[in-house]
Nanobody
Framework: VQLVESGGGLVQAGGSLRLSCLASGFAVDDYTLGWFRQAPGKGRKGVACIDQRDDGTHYEDSVLGRFTISRDNAKNTVYLQMDNLKPEDSATYYC??????????????????????WGKGILVTVSE
């Protein structure tokens, strides 16, 4: 049972990256899915999530309108499309599967409660 991220790297400000997270050992459509990030010296913070119950999406304010989370159940994969990247988006990005519950409903999924599995993380660096 694991989540494996890919698609990170170095990009110039204003550019785009698409992160992928492939799940194995469980079905992503059974879980709420999220992307979190952690910059050096800072705590891990929710960026985007997609609700298992209704596919509703939720975003942290600083990425709203620039990032898009989606999932492909047939490929057992969750994606994070990141456009108009800024240097402050530089961080290690983690995908996560969250148990669907009242604690992960709606915008609460960004809080990181009831985690079933974390990915190991992937580095995104945005240069000036």
């Amino acid at each position: 049972v694991q989540l494996v991220e890919s698609g990170g790297g170095l990009v110039q400000a204003g550019g785009s990256l698409r992160l992928s997270c492939l799940a194995s050992g469980f079905a992503v459509d059974d879980y709420t899915l999220g992307w979190f990030r952690q910059a050096p010296g800072k705590g891990r913070k929710g960026v985007a999530c997609i609700d298992q119950r209704d596919d509703g999406t939720h975003y942290e304010d600083s990425v709203l309108g620039r990032f898009t989370i989606s999932r492909d159940n047939a490929k057992n994969t969750v994606y994070l499309q990141m456009d108009n990247l800024k240097p402050e988006d530089s961080a290690t990005y983690y995908c996560a599967a969250l148990h669907p519950s009242a604690a992960t409903a709606g915008q609460l999924c960004l809080e990181g409660y009831n985690i079933y599995r974390w990915g190991k993380g992937i580095l995104v660096t945005v240069s000036e």
